[in-house]
């Protein structure tokens, strides 16, 4: 069992950045993928980013490529999200999520099935 707890959102105005972090529980973290996905009002849940148990891989959706940066820091249990130059777009609510295994591919990385363990969400706020 793993328990994700994210932290790190608020308000911004665009262009600004903020880093969002996921602490979490349990002695296998290094053995997860680790994701981070954000829900904005009415919409679905949708991929951000995602990064292998070892952090040589790392997959971007592409509306944040080249804005966010994903890492983590197995020795903290914890995962991170830079987010850069962020836009009014960016708002909604983020949540960071476990896969069941290490490695993780290009497309298993963006579905929400392969994911077995869910933060609760932190608030991302851009205002123009």
């Known amino acids: 069992q793993v328990q994700l707890v994210e932290s790190g959102g608020g308000l911004v105005q665009a262009g600004g950045s903020l880093r969002l972090s996921c602490a979490a529980s349990?002695?296998?973290?290094?053995?997860?993928?680790m994701g981070w996905f954000r829900q904005a009002p009415g919409k679905e849940r949708e991929f951000v980013a995602a990064?292998?148990?070892?952090?040589?891989?790392?997959y971007y959706a592409d509306s944040v490529n080249g804005r966010f940066t994903i890492s983590r820091d197995n020795a903290k249990n914890t995962v991170y999200l830079q987010m850069n130059s962020l836009k009014p777009e960016d708002t909604a609510v983020y949540y960071c999520?476990?896969?069941?295994?290490?490695?993780?591919?290009?497309?298993?990385?963006?579905?929400?099935?392969?994911?077995?363990?869910w933060g609760q969400g932190t608030q991302v706020t851009v205002s123009s």
């Open positions: 990064i292998s148990w070892s952090g040589s891989s790392v």
């Open positions: 999520a476990a896969a069941g295994y290490g490695g993780i591919g290009y497309y298993t990385a963006r579905s929400l099935r392969e994911y077995d363990y």
């Open positions: 349990g002695r296998t973290f290094s053995s997860y993928a």
